[in-house]
C-alpha cells in the first residue's frame, strides 16, 4: 500500500521522530509504513489521518486488485 505519509510530514514540520511520539509508535515503524516495507493496523492509520486532518484515502492509497 503506498502512502503520503512523508507528504504530510513535510507540509507539517515534522520529523519521524516526532510523528512517531504524537501517534504512539516508534520512528522506526512510521519509517517502515514510509518506505511501504509496512501496512498499519488500521487503528494506526485512521490515527495518523486524524492528525493530519486528512481522510485516510488521502494518506493511504490502496492498490489491490479491483475485483
Known amino acids: ?4 505519509i ?3 510530514r513535510a507540509i507539517h514540520n515534522l520529523t519521524q521522530e516526532n510523528l ?4 504512539g ?5 512510521i519509517n517502515a509504513i514510509e518506505k511501504g516495507k ?7 492509520a485512521f490515527k495518523l489521518a ?3 486532518n486528512a481522510s485516510i484515502e488521502d494518506v493511504f492509497l490502496y ?3 479491483e475485483s
Do not use: C, I, W
Open 1 to 4: 500500500m503506498k502512502n503520503n
Open 6 to 8: 512523508k507528504v504530510y
Open 38 to 44: 509496512y501496512d498499519p493496523s488500521l487503528d494506526l
Open 50 to 52: 486524524r492528525f493530519f
Open 20 to 23: 512517531a511520539e504524537k501517534v
Open 63 to 65: 492498490e489491490g486488485s
Open 25 to 29: 509508535v516508534t520512528r522506526q515503524t
